[in-house]
């Protein structure tokens, strides 16, 4: 889809913006599941990938929450799992977490209306989530892009320069901005909803709202 | 309901525990609706008054992450507003945050399986939250008893005597040997849902494991 193609979409129906982080657990299944949630209910998805980390470190934290609060940490591996057990969702608890989506999210902020993207984020999320591969590495997101068709190092050669950097930079602003302090985050219109299982609430408000 | 009964139902069908903390605002939408959520599912519900302030301050928190948290406490503030009106329930934000449920939860703690239990518990959570009422302050407890028809300084007696005060202790540690660490939590077999939102899902599993 190219931008003006997007900005008809827009105009023409209800849309979200969906805001993931390519390390976050709960962001796993909501990608997977956005598509067709959103196309079922009408919705058009805008990606919007941005960093956690910033976010955190404002906090005064330096790690994932799950790590920080190992009880917290318990219980949201358990429920990925009962989560992607009841969607049919491959699933493998990942050797290392969190891992830096860093790369990945220099990509898809850098091109979030190519028609390949909402592909390329399911690639990424189920290497980290369901493969345990190491998403971090250039290499990695190399595969993906290749995956999904995509000449692999023109688009990292772009998203690792200075396009993709302040893209990602501007785009993690604009989520602070918005309110957002977790992920996967969805806004609808005005309205934020925070969580994997709060995506049928922002869909069913974009609805009303449009 | 009598400690026989309560046994008795628990034998006959399936059952989760609700685990409730009077100063937590997601545990009010969940404490009005888990009545009629869990009767239509066919499952009994064991009211498990708990403190949330223990286990914050295993983690260092001296204050709810609510307020540690600004932007998660302007979210969370809008999103309560959302749910309630969603649930047609009343909604005030209370002009201070959090209040002490301690006074509150010893009753709970103490005389779980009466049967205005649950009435009382919504009377106190209206306070808080739809009233705007102090519930820290022992004569707003003594108030929401006597409204449900129990002998209030009777009552208060003996919860905020001994008995009240180890029934609480016990029923917070029996919460961290849960893995619990947040409020509303459910407990349907071995399986910990935590939030508001996932009342469904417990109610659904202890259905299927029964």
């Known amino acids: 889809m190219t931008e003006s193609q997007a900005t008809g979409t827009a105009a023409a129906r209800a849309e979200i913006e969906f805001w993931f ?16 949630a959103a196309s079922d209910a009408g919705v058009a998805v805008r990606w919007k990938a941005f960093l956690l980390g910033p976010i955190f470190k404002e906090l005064g934290w330096n790690d994932s929450p799950f790590n920080l609060q190992p009880a917290k940490g318990r219980y949201m591996w358990r429920d990925l799992e009962r989560i992607c057990s009841g969607l049919g969702l491959a699933w493998r608890r990942p050797t ?6 860093l790369n990945a999210a220099r990509v898809a902020a850098l091109f979030p209306d190519e028609e390949w993207l909402p592909d ?9 989530f369901a493969e345990d591969r190491d998403i971090a590495d250039v290499d990695t997101v190399r595969a993906c892009l290749g995956e999904v068709g995509v000449d692999a190092d023109a688009t990292l050669h772009r998203a690792l320069g200075d396009a993709g950097k302040s893209a990602l930079r501007r785009q993690t602003e604009e989520a602070v901005a918005r309110g957002i302090f977790g992920a996967p985050s969805f806004v609808a219109g005005d ?9 049928e609430a922002a869909l069913a408000w974009a609805g009303q709202q449009h």
């Open 120 to 128: 390329f984020v399911a690639r990424v999320y189920r290497a980290n």
């Open 21 to 36: 982080e390519f390390a976050s657990t709960y962001s796993y299944p909501a990608a997977l599941r956005i598509g067709a």
């Open 191 to 199: 309205e934020l909803f925070w969580g994997n299982d709060r995506l």
């Open 96 to 101: 290392q977490f969190p891992r830096s989506g």
